[in-house]
């Protein structure tokens, strides 16, 4: 017969001891000792005998000490329990506990009361950015609130999303081309993000405005996004969703970048999956999901300053990414005419379709054609250009841009794993060449709705 562990009342022969046997024989030990010491004692006045039983006293400091060692005795459980460690006498709800320790918790109507909520500056599908005041500073921010319920209904992917823009803008927040993340924290049913605000609005407002920029601001304006972008890949992360929407204008009249929602801890080398962002400034290897590196956000600046100097979009957003990626595809992306030829040539550099090809870091455009020689990247960076020196007539009196088209670019924007089995079951005639990019259709809603003014749903956001 095989081995087996045997335990014996005196000790001898076994291998194994139980806790409880072993506390037995600890106990008798004491005990034994206690007799020896009490019989040695001179005098005897306040000496008891051996059969006597444990004063009070005794009997509290004993139990102390089996207190003591339960208490410290590691469990095989709580090891191999990831949840294990988290487990107090009064635990942390689920809900709370899923965004540790990146958003720290605030709960209570304390959570708000130093700040006066002014206005409703845009609505999402997660959630509302709110224009508050400080009752201290009397300063005016910017409060991204974003539902947790909403959240959740998407999965652990979202969560986790959310989880690394906080980590991502708090760790990029000290150059002056991207938005300053002041705080956030947690309520038991909200996220906070507490950001700087920029009166001056979003460049698509201006653009919208004007119309088709003029290469002398162009230049400027590309070449502050330039150093932006170049900040962030230097710092391990991918934009993702650089668009007219996401890039705004400070009160000196420069470019910041805000809304990290979609960025991603991604180190110099490595590639990705993941299709995220609009569509209409979504790279071709995102779009037929192939993995991609920094470069996709070289490709989005391009599709930008492609919309700045002509006044439109080279393509209208599809309503699905492999709707898209057939357009791209077939399109030739060539910058009119009417351009520079020095202006044309970056351009379409920045637009090409392999990323091998493609003009894809902060060197390869300060030598372009476009910029070598015509402006300081160092004074680019120092911000010690004026905005306003680089602004012309046609800056001032352009026509109005093709806004119409643009709104066909806002579709809400898509982030899933390509390899997910969802994913699989989309219809696979989205590959074809399909049917031409739309010169004219109706206007799909937004994803993003702004409104005036905050009106009724301002109270319902607190």
Known sequence: MGNKLSSRDDGGGGSFHSPRQSSFRRLRRWASGLSLRSSGRAGGGGARTPTEPPSEEEQRRM??????????????????DPFGSSKTKWPVPFIESLFLPDFRIRSGPEELEDLEV???????????????????DKKIYALKVIDKARLLQHGHAVVQQCKDEVGAQAAVGRSAFVASLLGHWQSRKRLYLLL???????????????????????????????????????CGVVFRDLKLENVVIDGLGHLVLIDFGLCKWLR???????????????????????????????????????????GKFPLHGARHHRQMAAWVRRHEYEAPASLSWECRCTLERLLQKSPARRLASLPALCGSPFFKGRISFDMVQSRSLDPAAFHTQQDLSGRPADAEQHRLTQLRPVAFDPEDAVSRLIDESFLSDGPPPPQSAQPSAPWNQRTANGGAGTSRLI
């Open 118 to 136: 002014l206005d409703v500056i845009a609505a999402g599908s997660f959630g509302n950015v709110l224009k508050v005041r400080g009752d201290n």
């Open 268 to 310: 110099r080398g490595q590639s990705t999956l993941t299709i995220c962002g609009t569509l209409a400034y979504a790279a071709p290897e995102m779009l037929l999901g192939q993995s991609y590196d920094h470069s996709i956000d070289w490709w989005s600046l391009g599709i930008l300053f492609y919309a700045l100097v002509v």
């Open 196 to 234: 700087e605000f920029f009166p001056n609005g979003e460049l698509f407002a201006l653009w919208k405005l004007h119309g088709q920029f003029s290469e002398s601001l162009s230049r400027l304006y590309i070449a502050e996004l330039a150093c932006a972008i170049d900040y962030l890949h230097s």
């Open 63 to 80: 139990a102390r000490k089996w207190n003591r060692e339960s208490r410290n005795r590691v469990h095989r459980s709580t090891l191999f």
